[in-house]
């Protein structure tokens, strides 16, 4: 069937067309009925000859979409914002944030929210086009993405989903058929982002700075309704929401500390309140493990470093509470003693995530409080004698102790020997214990050159290397064959790895 003949279109003022709707969309945009400070109408600028490079199908039919239907011209129309699907109201979200410590207006500058798909189960996933040209938030930016930055983020926040950390999620990338001025020429490139949301703290933030209460009140009723529909009806609502934003961002970052994934750019635009991880830039994925671990070429104080990544996360829920404040209590010292509260309760939260995270990796299912010292021994260990991060996990759980420099080492033989007798001192097998470690230790992530490696083909027009890279990254607890050549860390002749603000 030739979808192209199929469809009827007819264009509006903007450029854009409308077409019938094969493909499933269900779209409402909820966000736009909020008070219109927190967003600007503004359609995706038309593109030259949109193509989709990289398809997430398995995605689609759970947003209950058609995948063939969005194959060829209709899809890449779409993705390429030349075309909004029906129930699609294009905006531009404004929102603040710390960048690098330092408060500044921002707002959606090169993307719009389409608004929310609806899937069969009646939940809503924003369906975002980033890239998609010049919005008022611009500055002096233009609005577009490149292919390799859009590629890395899909690879990434896929991998993500693979390894179960929340995220938001990729379902298309599709080349612009126009080029982009970096330091040099690059191919034009759209990501069509899903996620839970994209409300940020920095929403929050710029709500608190730049409206009244009363917008800020119906940005939290909002969030709280698509997020945390439970604290609804509490006596004092905004406050347990924050405490659930605050218990919610500690997993997270707790589950990013559990596979040695650096974020790069925490900054408060780049936290979501539902609790997903957003924004791929300068991330990356440690080798050898190291706290004091940075790619970012912008984060020259570790700012954002590994070991850093839980006080940031304190940090920035600092700043949400800030920005909550006049709904917390009318009292305004009251408001802050019941933030203050709420925020001394991260530490202890994030650590209880950190360690029974841990005690899974080590295949421990009870608890006993010296798991913490066993948990930080071990760290220290792996941190002194230079160990690769997944591959010390890995070798643990399949009991392969003869390879790596640590495992011949006498501390480690006496940290080992403490490790079996906790072990032993539980109820469960050793065949329960290789299971909960298989689980929760990945077979692979997604090493910085093997994606540079696909990456650098996928730019040159070679898919083949990024799909077998993202077959292999949904599956990270298979431990299968064709996992193994994707384990080994980088060659040490390698250079330093350096990640740049994705653009
Ligand atoms: N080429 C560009 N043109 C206009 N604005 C831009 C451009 N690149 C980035 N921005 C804006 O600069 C700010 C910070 O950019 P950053 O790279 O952190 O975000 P992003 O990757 O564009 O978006 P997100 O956080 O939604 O993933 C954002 O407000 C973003 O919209």
Same mark, same amino acid.
């Given at each position: ?186 191919? $034009? ?112 104080? $570790? ?99 003869? $390879? ?12 080992? $020997? ?86």
């Amino acid at each position: 069937m030739n979808m192209k003949n199929e469809r009827r279109e007819r264009e509006d003022k903007g450029g854009n067309t409308m077409t019938t709707n094969q493909a499933g969309w269900k779209i409402d945009n909820s966000y736009s009925r909020l008070p219109t400070i927190f967003y600007s109408q503004q359609k995706p600028t038309p593109v030259k000859s949109p193509e989709v490079v990289i398809f997430n199908e398995s995605l689609a039919e759970e947003l209950g979409l058609n995948p063939e239907a969005l194959q060829d011209d209709e899809g890449a129309a779409i993705f390429g914002g030349n075309e909004i699907p029906e129930g699609g109201t294009p905006l531009a979200q404004a929102y603040a944030g710390h960048q690098f410590g330092h408060f500044t207006m921002l707002g959606d500058g090169r993307a719009v929210l389409l608004g929310e798909q609806i899937t069969p189960d009646g939940e809503r996933f924003d369906i975002q086009l980033k890239g998609s040209g010049r919005t008022p938030y611009s500055r002096g930016g233009d609005g577009r993405a490149g292919l390799g930055p859009m590629l890395r983020e899909f690879i990434i926040s896929e991998a993500m989903v693979g390894l179960g950390i929340p995220t938001t999620r990729s379902l298309a990338v599709t080349t612009t058929g126009e080029q982009i001025i970096r330091e040099t020429m690059q191919t $034009g490139a759209i990501l069509t982002r899903v996620a839970a949301s994209h409300l940020r703290v920095g929403t929050f933030q710029f709500a608190a700075n730049w409206g009244k209460t009363e917008d800020l009140r119906a940005l939290a009723d909002y969030a709280i309704e698509r997020h945390y529909p439970e604290v609804d009806g509490q006596e004092n609502r905004y406050l347990s929401f924050l405490k659930k934003v605050i218990k919610r961002q500690a997993a997270l970052i707790a589950k990013w500390q559990h596979v040695g994934f650096i974020h790069g750019v925490m900054n408060t635009d780049n936290m979501t309140i539902s609790g997903e991880s957003i924004d791929y830039g300068p991330c990356a994925f440690m080798d050898t493990y190291d706290p004091a671990t940075v790619f970012s070429s912008i984060d020259r104080d $570790g700012r954002y470093a590994y070991g850093n990544q839980p006080y940031i996360g304190g940090w920035n829920l600092s700043r949400f509470a800030e920005a909550l404040l006049p709904l917390l209590h009318e009292d305004e010292d009251e408001a802050v003693k019941l933030a203050e509260e709420a925020l001394s309760e991260f530490p202890e939260i994030f650590e209880a995530e950190f360690i029974s995270g841990m005690r899974l990796k080590l295949g421990i299912f009870n608890e006993e409080k010296e798991d913490k010292s066993l948990i930080s021994d071990l760290l220290n260990l792996m941190n002194e004698h230079k160990a690769d991060f997944t591959n010390t996990f890995k070798a643990l759980t399949f009991d392969q102790l003869e $390879g790596s420099e640590m495992f011949q080492a006498v501390d480690f033989t006496k940290w080992h $020997g403490k490790w079996q007798e906790r072990l032993e001192r539980q109820e469960q097998s050793k065949d329960d214990v290789h299971e909960l470690m298989r689980d929760n230790n990945p077979g692979v992530i997604p090493r910085n050159h093997r994606v540079e490696e696909a990456l650098n083909a996928a730019v040159n027009g070679d898919l083949s290397v990024m799909v077998k890279l993202l077959e292999v990254l949904a599956n990270p607890f298979e431990h299968s064959a064709e996992q193994a050549e994707y384990c080994k860390p980088a060659p040490s002749t390698a250079r330093p790895y350096r990640t740049f603000c994705g653009t």
